[in-house]
């Protein structure tokens, strides 16, 4: 597909924000169609390394038989603050703060030692200097998840900041 | 269409449950189509009641645009409570999570009940009668959400 310009363009982020941003974040949330009648949208933790998503199932559910129809993906990001409302005028003034990033991407599945490297940096992704590092792997439940490693072809941010 | 049956079922949240997320929540994530049938995600502010979501939007836009070629959407309303992590990679790692996914389809109306709608998406935001002025209305778009099917699933 081509890739819509954004109407309002002082709402747009820089990819330096925009990576700020999502490494500040562990939960996305994930849409897809592969051949059904309806778009499929889960939320779902998530690791960003190296411009990529990493992402994990369980091998027998909805998501990893759809995207084996379709890889075609599309990901949200979003914070939101309160709705201002106070003395303003609905429809015109109302004001939700808010930051968002919208990505496109493919999605596959990496098997062998390339599955085992993204597990262990989607981990490494959620500790924080003052967990106890992780020391064993369960191979098993290894074998029994999915990865799914999301590409990005097109990411964009928008943002309305409270003073905006 | 078939619907998916859940693969833990004891993980499925009852009727009260999913009802009580959604009226707790403000904000859900809207899937649609795009022209070449790939998805486009966004976050949206949502008014549940009567079974039915209540979004609203300017009246051009991506999502407008996906919605008139093909109005079957999915709406997503989640929180997330904790993370637990472990020293052991990864069974011993649990996300707790209530999460409600609700296929649709999404009805732009423009006749006298738009007001009536944008009106009611805007009380459950700000929780009094606010009488909206005809611009205001005129500049808005309503979109409904009329659900085929809702499943709500908690993580442990």
Redesign the interface.
């Known amino acids: 597909m081509s890739y819509e310009q954004m109407r309002k363009k002082e709402k747009a982020m820089t990819m330096e924000e925009i990576e700020t941003f999502i490494r500040s974040k562990t939960i996305l949330h994930l849409c897809l169609t592969g051949n059904s009648s309806h778009p499929y949208v889960v939320p779902l933790n998530y690791a960003y390394v190296n411009g990529k998503f990493i992402l994990h199932s369980t091998n027998k559910g909805h998501k990893a038989e759809i995207l084996h129809v379709d890889p075609r993906v599309c990901i949200t990001i979003s914070r939101q603050h309160f709705i201002e409302t106070e003395g303003l005028i609905p429809c015109e003034e109302y004001k939700t703060p808010y930051t968002s990033i919208v990505a496109f991407g493919k999605a596959y599945f990496p098997e062998g030692n390339e599955k085992i490297g993204y597990l262990t940096n989607f981990v490494k992704y959620y500790m924080k200097i003052d967990d106890p590092p992780v020391t064993e792997f369960d191979t098993d439940f290894m074998l029994r998840t999915y990865v799914i490693v999301i590409e990005v072809d097109h990411i964009t941010g928008k943002t309305l900041r409270r003073e905006a | ?1 078939e619907w ?1 049956k859940m ?1 833990k079922e004891d993980r499925q949240l009852s009727e009260q449950e999913v009802e009580s997320l959604l009226k707790s929540n ?2 859900g ?15 949206m ?1 949502y008014a549940y009641s009567n079974g039915r979501f209540i979004l ?1 939007s ?1 009246k ?3 999502k407008i645009r996906n919605i008139l070629n093909n109005n ?5 309303v ?1 929180q ?1 409570y904790q ?1 637990t ?8 790692w649990h ?1 707790q ?1 209530k ?1 409600v ?1 609700a ?2 389809r999404a009805i732009i109306p423009e006749d006298e009940n738009k007001k009536a709608l ?1 009106e009611e998406f ?1 009380n459950a ?2 929780h009094e009668n ?1 009488a ?2 005809e ?3 005129q ?2 778009l309503a979109i409904v959400i009329e659900i ?1 099917h809702i499943t709500g699933k908690r993580g442990e």
């Not at chain 2, 079957?72 to 997503?76: D, G, H, R």
Request: proline share 2%; aromatic share 10%.
């Open positions: 269409m998916k693969i403000k904000i994530q809207l899937g649609t189509f795009n022209n070449d049938g790939s998805p486009y995600v966004i976050s502010n609203h300017a051009d836009g991506h079957k959407v999915c709406f997503t989640s997330h993370t992590k472990s020293n052991k990679s990864c069974s011993g996300v999570y999460s996914i296929f649709g944008l805007t935001f700000t606010v909206l002025s611009k205001g209305v500049k808005t085929e």
